[in-house]
């Protein structure tokens, strides 16, 4: 007998379609599998086997051979032991093979026959529906409500093995989906309203929430920088559609808890440790390509806090996905590509006794410069934002009024945010030169200021574009005209502190 199932592979973040043939027929019993399997799919073919006997089904002991097509690429095991149960149990006549056809399937089963979450559902569905938009998918509980999300019409459940047998043998009604409370709730977002004084580090913030762009934080150790960039997210907009289906495919294909409903709306933060590998930072190893870190943070926020202790290759690593906004991945056997769109902040001591400034530093010269060579290199340029935030005073900690709270903040972020969009232009930190002459025309006195920077070599070319994109973020948020003015201008300036004055880079 011969059986066919419709099931799906996960490559990166996409999910490719797979069928699974299956043959049952005379000769030595044996089990072969063909078309490209991995040894992840010799792990599933033992769990299949055990799950099945333990549920009391029985086993064909004749000859089983299964083909996983298309034949061009390798089939990772991963989400196929149901498909290939199901498969068999089709072609060895203990389910009649037409009542398969409505149905695709995605699981992994335990060895009692129980299902369980499978990474990737939510691409792998969506793979199955594009190819062939009438098929239902069968998944795990867990995997529902992912699934739901790219599927408008029915999903349905496999809670075991058994169970499954008696919908599609005996009729059986399907069983209910879950209550959504099985998921995880979200933690609470730490409040920028925690944050005492600070004044310069709290604007930068929203000026990098509001016109996307990168933030350096550097300065003593204690002063608050990570207690800073944790606040970032909060004041970032709920995710659009788009990239919350986006994200939502990332940090299934990761594996990483979904909230309720499957969607992420809320942006995302990353903050790998700088002993993260560089697989683990941009993804990729094995066939599977897993996503990392950067694309984990997709819609979101990467925070690298002590940034100075990355590695150097990953560092450059993540230039390419910071350019354009995806991860790409090449392997012999797949390629993959995934999204990475981010929000990068960085945190740093601006040297190695974390003093920096002059006589707040004991270090020598040749070892603040050393320190200093680690952290400089094309990443650096990125951020438009860097920010010396120093030691809040005993009066300002001791201060017990709470500061503006996130959610205030927010508003003026949204509003700001949407005043660039109708501009018809993308985020303020990615205006181009020409961009800047339209939308951030400098008013008579901004003009004064930048030409006298200029002037004194303070300002580069590439340093004035930065200014300017930051000084539209800046008048922005405060409701401002289409003029540059010389507030902003002065405010961005102070947002870019310069390396050789406080230690700090520029
Ligand atoms: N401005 C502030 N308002 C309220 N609490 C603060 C402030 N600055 C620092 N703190 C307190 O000090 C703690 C340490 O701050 P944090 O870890 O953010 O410093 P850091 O600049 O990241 O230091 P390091 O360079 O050592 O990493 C915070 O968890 C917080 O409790
Ligand atoms: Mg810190
Ligand atoms: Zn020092």
Sequence with gaps: MLASVRSA??????????????????????????????????????????????????????????????????????????????????????????????????????????????????????????????????????????????????????????????????????????????????????????????????????????????????????????????????????????????????????????????????PPWRAPHHTASLIAMVGGGSSALKPGEVSLAHGGTLFLDELGEFPPVVLDALRQPLEEGVVRVSRARANAEMPARVLLIGATNPCPCGGGRPGECSCSETAKAKYLRRLSGPLLDRFDLRVWVGRPSPEQLLDDRPGEPSAVVRERVIAARERATSRGHGPNSTLSGAALDEVAPLSAGALVIVRNELDRGRLSGRGLHRVRRVARTIADLRGGGEMIGADEILMALQMRVDLASTGVIA
Aim: net charge negative; proline share 10%.
């Design 9 to 266: 592979n996960l490559v990166g973040t996409t999910g490719r379609c797979v069928t699974i043939e299956v043959h049952v027929g005379d000769g030595l019993p044996g089990f072969t599998m063909v078309g490209l399997p991995d040894e992840t799919c010799r792990e599933a073919r033992d769990r299949v086997r055990a799950a099945i006997l333990t549920c009391g089904l029985p086993w064909p002991n004749r000859r089983i051979t299964v083909n996983f097509a298309p034949a061009g690429f390798r089939k990772s095991g991963i989400g196929l032991d149901l498909p290939l149960a199901v498969g068999i149990l089709a072609a060895s006549d203990t389910i009649p093979v037409d009542r398969l056809q409505p149905y695709c399937f995605i699981g992994e089963l335990g060895l009692d026959g129980a299902l369980r979450r499978v990474p990737g559902a939510a691409p792998m569905v969506a793979a199955i529906r594009h190819e062939s938009p009438g098929l239902v998918p069968v998944v795990p509980v867990e995997n529902v409500s992912e699934a739901r999300v790219v599927v408008e019409g029915r999903v349905e459940v496999a809670t075991t093995l058994l169970d499954l047998v008696s919908v599609l043998r005996d009729g059986t009604p399907w069983p209910d989906a879950p209550p959504e409370a099985v998921l995880a709730p979200l933690a609470a977002e730490p409040d920028l309203s925690e944050v005492r004084g600070q004044p310069l580090a709290r604007e930068a913030l929203e000026v990098a929430a509001a016109g996307h762009h990168h933030l350096l934080l550097s300065g003593p150790p204690g002063a608050g920088k990570t207690m800073l960039a944790q606040r970032l997210p909060g004041l970032l907009p709920r995710l659009d559609d788009h990239t919350a289906i986006e994200a939502m495919m990332v940090q299934s294909a990761a594996g990483v808890a979904l909230p309720p409903g499957g969607l992420v709306r809320r």
